[in-house]
């Protein structure tokens, strides 16, 4: 978890345009370098949704995968694409194994191993989890998950070294070093779940899972807790848009709507325990939804404006 002091960025790719069009996106945004101004980065390597995103830990690229369209029929994806702060390019990487859509994308240690490499593991929609190795650019079959529950669209979440998968039937995890599987509760809250409809964060001295609706799972006294729900009510439509950011629960994406009653999905809003209550720390440049986010350092900022002196990128 990145400290909240911490000054990390969101890029945000692809997903819906969430206005009044509802038209797929092709663009790819940085929230966070500029205080509360959002930027756009470049075009995304290809217009789906649903997609997994995640960032290298040595800072060489971000990578993108999956993610599905649909018009009609629905098609999914098994593309991958990296992209460099330094040469802000997208180039195609190797094709997971699978095609899939509705998963994350954390990086795992290897199972049972001594080294503390971690690699990006894709991690739902399919039964069989599969890893990325960067030295030879390939995917390999990773780990099962535990049941066909965890291919279902609910929430996934990697917190403090641990994958946790909160459904109707419970909230469970797992521990990637050993694949071992533990039931934390089988009590939860009636809410609508989603992919990203929950994040793990700490409240107060306490880590756990938060929802959307404000619900918190104490992993220190194995309890619920309610706290302050977004001021706008997040429905079925605008699920998959709540992330952990600078360690505080955030939904990028929260609805505002004009007096035409056109809504667009803009706002980025974030929940602050110490008041209990949700903040708004600014705008995305296109209202998005279904869309991935990953969070990078304050490096990645950095490189952004060196690269900027240089070039025309749009701000």
């Not at 960032?55 to 460099?84: K, P, R």
């Not at 996934?156 to 946790?164: A, G, P, S």
């Not at 756990?208 to 619900?215: A, C, P, R, V």
């Not at 903040?279 to 900022?301: I, K, N, S, T, Y």
Request: proline fraction near 7%; hydrophobic fraction near 30%; aromatic fraction near 12%.
């Amino acid at each position: 978890m990145v400290p909240p002091e911490e000054r990390t960025a969101a890029v945000l790719i692809g997903g819906y345009e969430a206005g009044p069009q509802q038209t797929l996106l092709d663009s790819m945004e940085i929230f966070g370098c500029d205080g509360d101004q959002s930027r756009r980065l470049a075009s995304a390597p290809y217009n789906n949704y649903l997609m997994a995103a995640t960032y290298m830990e040595d800072g060489s690229y971000l990578m993108i995968c999956g993610g599905t369209v649909c018009n009609g029929s629905c098609t999914y994806a098994d593309q991958c694409y990296e992209w460099s702060p330094q040469n802000m390019q997208w180039n195609p990487s190797s094709n997971m194994n699978r095609r899939r859509f509705a998963f994350i994308l954390p990086q795992l240690p290897l199972k049972d191993s001594a080294d503390s490499t971690t690699y990006p593991v894709a991690l739902g929609y399919r039964e069989i989890s599969e890893m990325f190795n960067p030295t030879d650019n390939s995917w390999s079959d990773y780990e099962s998950v535990p049941d066909r529950r965890w291919t279902s669209l609910d929430c996934l979440v990697y917190f403090q070294d641990i994958i946790y998968h909160l459904a109707d039937e419970g909230l469970m995890s797992i521990d990637p070093t050993t694949w071992d599987l533990a039931t934390l509760t089988t009590e939860v809250p009636e809410e609508e779940m989603g992919l990203h409809t929950c994040a793990g964060t700490m409240i107060g001295n306490s880590p756990g899972i938060f929802t959307q609706s404000g619900n918190f799972f104490n992993f220190s006294s194995d309890t619920w807790e309610t706290f302050a729900p977004p001021p706008t009510q997040t429905d079925r439509s605008n699920q998959n848009s709540m992330w952990s950011f600078r360690g505080r629960p955030t939904i990028f994406g929260a609805p505002y709507c004009n007096a035409l009653n056109d809504c667009y999905y803009s706002q980025i809003i974030q929940y602050v325990h110490e008041n209990d209550e949700w903040v708004l720390l600014g705008e995305m440049r296109d209202p998005r939804r279904f869309h991935a986010m990953v969070e990078v350092p304050e490096e990645f900022c950095n490189t952004l404006d060196i690269i900027s002196t240089t070039s025309t990128t749009p701000r």
